[in-house]
């Protein structure tokens, strides 16, 4: 069920919902549909958790070298230095080993 899906990818948090909701329209894995009585709804045009899985394995392809520079190179920059982001490095050093953004 797509609200099952949406809610395990953003634990229902309002602006993770919406980012996401509006990357899945952009492309085009979800689309509106018009009912008889008018209503609209959302529906996947794709099986949304094996396309989840599919971009996932495509960030798993950064060669372990690349994986290793941007760990370093997060690991020596101050946090808040508008390179990296704010917060916790670890955290930083991963969402940017596994391709999420800092």
């Known amino acids: 069920m797509l609200a099952d899906f949406l809610f395990g990818q953003t634990g229902g948090q309002p602006l993770y919902l919406l980012e996401t909701l509006k990357l899945l329209r952009e492309r085009e894995l ?7 009585e008018g209503t ?7 099986d949304l958790a094996a396309a989840v899985a599919q971009e996932r394995s495509r960030r798993e392809l950064l060669p372990p ?4 520079l941007i760990q370093a190179h997060t690991a020596l920059a101050p946090a ?9 490095p670890g ?12």
């Open 65 to 68: 070298s690349v994986r290793a």
């Open 40 to 46: 609209w709804w959302l529906e996947p045009t794709v």
């Open 30 to 36: 979800l689309v509106p549909r018009r009912g008889t």
């Open 80 to 88: 808040g230095d508008g390179q990296c982001g704010a917060g916790d």
């Open 91 to 102: 955290e930083r050093q991963a969402s940017l080993a596994d391709g999420r953004a800092g």
